[in-house]
């Protein structure tokens, strides 16, 4: 399976049930290629479009299962998604770019979008640059900072580097959101 179909997958998945986002693998990308990492953009967001229409649906048609689901995945709880419901209600639209800012997975925002009957249409035409701008920032600045890195530590040790930044990353993440 080559790149474009492992960023999809991953889209996809972390758009519905898994919980490490597509960053992590475009970030990994960056270190080789920061083209390659940006042709994974494309296909981590086209993933995460079809996840997030499923999760929209769903919303629309069973919110009360949908919101139980969410409760299982690892650093979402009832709060979280009430916020993001109350987000969606004052800010409309907008509250899709605050949602990776504020650390709240996109899938919480699909169902509740969809929950409250808001234009599945509109829904995706936000989704594009919502989840685009992130993942093109940092698949470039992980690129940058990669190329530096490699002038004074070998691949192996900024793969290490890589590695151990997300485990940081998650660990304060899941410290502070729970698990």
């Known amino acids: 399976m080559g790149i474009g179909c492992w960023s999809f997958l991953w889209g996809l998945a972390e758009a519905t049930v898994f919980f490490i986002i597509p960053d992590v693998l475009l970030s990994s990308i960056a270190i080789r290629c920061t083209k390659a990492s940006l042709k994974a953009c494309v296909f981590a967001l086209a993933g995460a479009l079809v996840g997030g229409v499923c999760m929209f649906i769903w ?37 899709f770019f605050m949602g990776p800012i504020l650390g709240r997975p996109y899938k919480i925002y699909a169902v509740n979008a969809g929950s409250q009957q808001l234009d599945l249409t509109a829904f995706l035409l936000v989704s594009v640059p919502a989840r685009m701008i992130r993942f093109v920032l940092l698949a470039i600045l992980s690129g940058m900072i990669a190329r530096q890195l490699l002038k004074r530590f070998s691949e192996k040790q900024v793969i290490c580097m890589h590695l151990t930044f997300w485990s940081v990353i998650y660990s304060f993440y899941f410290y502070h959101f729970g698990l």
């Open 59 to 95: 919303g629309q048609q069973d919110v009360k299962s949908a919101h139980l689901l969410l409760e299982k995945i690892p650093a979402i709880n009832t709060e979280m998604i009430d916020n993001v419901n109350e987000q969606i209600r004052e800010d409309g639209q907008l509250a």
